[in-house]
Nanobody, 121 residues
Framework: QVQLVESGGGLVQPGGSLRLACAASGRTFSNYAMGWFRQAPGKEREFVAAISSGGGRTRYADSVKGRFTVFRDNAKNTVNLQMNSLKPEDTAVYYC??????????????WGQGTQVTVSS
């Protein structure tokens, strides 16, 4: 198992930006693809973005494509989610997860505790 801790959430106005970070410890971080998911109140946890173990492949949900960017630094055991042009519908708790390169939450075995992102004026 790899231990994950997210940070960087907060309150931002529509159109603003935030950068989320996920710090990993435990097993070799570079062995894992990483995913970002989010869960809004009363809704299912949904896929946001994923990045392969080496960082060469990325995948995004249609709802965030062109606005969000996922990137990682294997030397620092971190993965980040840069979120631009934020919308109120992006409001959710955001989670990072370690596993295979996938968009399915069921495929990920290690999860962080989540960080709240609120987009509101």
């Amino acid at each position: 198992q790899v231990q994950l801790v997210e940070s960087g959430g907060g309150l931002v106005q529509p159109g603003g930006s935030l950068r989320l970070a996920c710090a990993a410890s435990g097993r070799t971080f570079s062995n894992y693809a990483m995913g970002w998911f989010r869960q809004a109140p009363g809704k299912e946890r949904e896929f946001v973005a994923a990045i392969s173990s080496g960082g060469g492949r990325t995948r995004y949900a249609d709802s965030v494509k062109g606005r969000f960017t996922v990137f990682r630094d294997n030397a620092k055991n971190t993965v980040n989610l840069q979120m631009n042009s934020l919308k109120p519908e992006d409001t959710a708790v955001y989670y990072c997860a370690a596993g295979p390169f996938s968009h399915r939450k069921e495929d990920f075995g290690s999860w962080g505790q989540g960080t709240q992102v609120t987009v509101s004026s």
